[in-house]
């Protein structure tokens, strides 16, 4: 298969084939190292083209290719984040968790992503931070990089950095469940913008922790600004409330 199939493959509409298609570019960059240098010079010309779904492919062979090279990384990312497409910036979030979580470019980029309107890279960033604080070696949760990150969004008057926090609490939560304990602190602090991400993140985890989720919801009186958002997500999990 040529190039230019590849591309076609890597452009297309139907994600089986995309899928293929980084299949392919895996396959012949991991060859040989000359064989990545060459995909490379493609990858640098596809990162421009007129579809927004080969730049997608594009940006997730450089995940796959390129993550221990934090420069190609970042060089990517900086065309990524900026490009009109969702589909695009959400490739973006995906590949940077690659990056170390110290890394001086890394938190900027994510303040950029989280601000975005669509709420799927809000998700994808979510799970972007989840995936790099889970690879931290502290044992205290709240203590890992970028645990202030998700606090400070949970803080944020930009509802988009709110969700992009819920989002990554109900990622870590997965593996780690004193994210709940977490909520339920924040569910008896006295700030609004705090109190909507837990409740958000709460309409994320409540299917799968019922009890704690329902517990964590009876703390907190839905005041001006939580009512809508505090009665939608009830209704959404139809929980009863202790009266």
Same mark, same amino acid.
């Given at each position: ?19 293929? @298609? ?29 579809? %927004? ?28 984040? =900026? ?9 973006? @979030? ?5 990056? %170390? ?101 709460? =309409? ?35 929980? %009863?409330?202790?009266?």
């Amino acid at each position: 298969m040529d190039a230019e199939e590849i591309r076609a493959l890597g452009g297309n509409s139907k994600a089986e084939l995309r899928t293929r @298609a980084l299949k392919i570019i895996k396959m012949v960059g991991k060859a040989h190292p000359s064989a990545k240098k060459r995909v490379l010079t493609l990858l640098e010309k596809w990162i421009t083209d007129n579809n %927004p779904y080969l730049r997608r492919t594009t940006l997730l062979a450089i995940g796959d290719l390129f993550k221990k090279n934090s420069d190609i990384l970042l060089k990517f990312s900086e065309i990524g984040i =900026k490009d009109t497409s969702w589909e695009v910036r959400m490739a973006t @979030a995906k590949i940077l968790e690659h990056l %170390p979580a110290k890394h001086r470019r890394l938190q900027e980029m994510i303040q950029i992503l989280a601000k975005d309107k669509t709420t799927i890279v809000n998700r994808s960033v979510g799970d972007m931070l989840a995936k790099i604080i889970r690879k931290s070696k502290k044992k205290q949760l709240i203590k890992r990089p970028l645990m202030g990150l998700i606090k400070e969004f949970a803080q944020s008057d930009d509802k988009n950095e709110r969700k992009t926090a819920a989002f990554a609490l109900r990622a870590i939560e997965r593996k780690n469940k004193e994210i709940l304990d977490v909520l339920n602190e924040w569910s008896k602090e006295n700030d609004t913008n705090l109190k909507w991400t837990c409740i958000y993140a709460c =309409k994320l985890l409540g299917k799968k922790r019922p009890i704690e989720v329902s517990n964590i919801l009876n703390n907190i009186t839905p005041e001006k600004g939580l009512d809508r958002i505090f009665n939608k997500t009830l209704k959404e999990l139809e929980y %009863p409330l202790k009266g």
